[in-house]
């Protein structure tokens, strides 16, 4: 190169000069010499920062950190494989790619947009089957099921579960009554939708799975049947206060009849046990009492007789006539009865 020299001093390597200037006559030192030099040692110096860098660069490349809250799905060459321990892991540079994949509950709105609950008609406004239009918010909760299929089965797989949501519900809101899927119908309508996008989750088989799906809200598209359906359900809210009442009443009554009827039944139970056991007593001394006429009949007749007048001979007035003739009465209203009387005569 033009206005290069280099000069070589053997002096500058003997022992104890540590300066190679040191002793040499500098007057004549060219200026540019030490500029180039000072040039070499900067690039070295940065090369070396460079190549620190660099390494560096490949070193943080060697690994990652996973946490709780999320999938990885490491690829080789485009082969995927999941990884769902938390923790820190070790890959291949340039070699080795990491996605992450959220595990929590996501949610989708249907109908309404989330933020503003602005209204979506083309998504809210459906047919019933009585032929009645309804305006139906739902919100469906999925969550990612399996990394690799979310990540490569699929281009979209939000949008396919939002599509198939849709069809679903439309489908499911057709098969009923306006009534019911504004009033009393939203469990069996919530659960039927659910089940019908699981089994369908599960055939496309794209790594997403619903986890719950709830209508937010469901309203009449007009003020006039909104204000018809308010009337419905205040009158049905009184039909049941009406039954509960009902039913309060049912249950303090039944107890109290229920008691009185089996304090009926068990004074007739105890007159009809005192009945019985006189009526087995009657029949026993009657068969004592057969007993005894067939070994003595003669003599059980005589004593029949004597207690039979022992029991009607007290009740009996005697009353002795003019003409001599004795009359039993058994009836003590004659007794009041004035007899009368002949030459001053007559008496009891």
Same mark, same amino acid.
């Given at each position: 190169?033009?206005?290069?020299?280099?000069?070589?001093?053997?002096?500058?390597?003997?022992?104890?000069?540590?300066?190679?200037?040191?002793?040499?006559?500098?007057?004549?030192?060219?200026?540019?010499?030490?500029?180039?030099?000072?040039?070499?040692?900067?690039?070295?110096?940065?090369?070396?920062?460079?190549?620190?860098?660099?390494?560096?660069?490949?070193?943080?490349?060697?690994?990652?950190?996973?946490?709780?809250?999320?999938?990885?799905?490491?690829?080789?060459?485009?082969?995927?494989?999941?990884?769902?321990?938390?923790?820190?892991?070790?890959?291949?540079?340039?070699?080795?790619?990491?996605?992450?994949?959220?595990?929590?509950?996501?949610?989708?709105?249907?109908?309404?947009?989330?933020?503003?609950?602005?209204? @979506?008609?083309?998504?809210?406004?459906? &047919? #019933?089957?009585?032929?009645? +239009?309804?305006? =139906? !918010?739902?919100? %469906?909760?999925?969550?990612?099921?399996?990394?690799?299929?979310?990540?490569?089965?699929?281009?979209?797989?939000?949008?396919?579960?939002?599509?198939?949501?849709?069809?679903?519900?439309?489908?499911?809101?057709?098969?009923?009554?306006?009534?019911?899927?504004?009033?009393?119908?939203?469990?069996?309508?919530?659960?039927?939708?659910?089940?019908?996008?699981?089994?369908?989750?599960?055939?496309?088989? @794209?790594?997403?799975?619903?986890?719950? &799906? #709830?209508?937010?809200?469901? +309203?009449?598209? =007009? !003020?006039?049947? %909104?204000?018809?359906?308010?009337?419905?359900?205040?009158?049905?809210?009184?039909?049941?206060?009406?039954?509960?009442?009902?039913?309060?009443?049912?249950?303090?009554?039944?107890?109290?009849?229920?008691?009185?009827?089996?304090?009926?039944?068990?004074?007739?139970?105890?007159?009809?046990?005192?009945?019985?056991?006189?009526?087995?007593?009657?029949?026993?001394?009657?068969?004592?009492?057969?007993?005894?006429?067939?070994?003595?009949?003669? &003599? #059980?007749?005589?004593?029949? +007789?004597?207690?039979?007048?022992?029991?009607?001979?007290?009740?009996?007035?005697?009353?002795?006539?003019?003409?001599?003739?004795?009359?039993?009465?058994?009836?003590?209203?004659?007794?009041?009865?004035?007899?009368?009387?002949?030459?001053?005569?007559?008496?009891?």
């Amino acid at each position: 190169m033009a206005g290069f020299r280099f000069d070589f001093d053997p002096s500058m390597f003997r022992r104890g000069k540590k300066d190679p200037h040191e002793g040499m006559d500098t007057t004549n030192i060219d200026p540019g010499r030490n500029r180039r030099q000072i040039s070499l040692k900067d690039f070295s110096r940065f090369g070396i920062i460079l190549l620190a860098g660099l390494l560096l660069w490949v070193a943080n490349g060697c690994w990652y950190v996973l946490d709780e809250d999320n999938y990885a799905v490491l690829t080789t060459f485009g082969n995927p494989q999941a990884v769902s321990q938390a923790g820190l892991h070790f890959k291949l540079p340039f070699v080795q790619r990491v996605y992450e994949v959220s595990k929590v509950i996501q949610g989708m709105p249907i109908g309404y947009v989330e933020d503003t609950d602005i209204t @979506i008609p083309e998504e809210s406004i459906m &047919i #019933t089957k009585d032929f009645n +239009f309804v305006n =139906t !918010d739902f919100y %469906l909760e999925y969550m990612v099921s399996d990394p690799v299929k979310y990540l490569f089965a699929s281009q979209d797989p939000e949008g396919t579960l939002k599509m198939l949501a849709q069809s679903y519900i439309r489908d499911t809101v057709g098969i009923y009554n306006v009534d019911d899927v504004i009033t009393t119908g939203k469990a069996v309508i919530q659960s039927e939708i659910k089940e019908k996008l699981t089994n369908r989750m599960i055939a496309e088989d @794209i790594g997403l799975s619903v986890v719950n &799906i #709830t209508i937010q809200d469901a +309203f009449p598209p =007009t !003020d006039e049947v %909104l204000s018809a359906f308010k009337n419905v359900e205040n009158a049905k809210q009184g039909k049941e206060t009406a039954v509960n009442n009902a039913n309060k009443d049912r249950n303090e009554k039944i107890p109290q009849a229920e008691a009185a009827c089996d304090q009926i039944i068990q004074s007739a139970e105890a007159v009809k046990q005192a009945r019985v056991n006189e009526a087995q007593g009657q029949a026993e001394r009657f068969s004592q009492m057969y007993a005894e006429y067939e070994k003595y009949p003669l &003599i #059980t007749k005589q004593r029949m +007789f004597y207690e039979a007048m022992e029991e009607v001979l007290p009740e009996l007035k005697v009353y002795i006539t003019d003409g001599g003739t004795q009359t039993l009465l058994p009836l003590e209203s004659f007794s009041s009865i004035t007899i009368p009387q002949e030459n001053g005569k007559g008496g009891n």
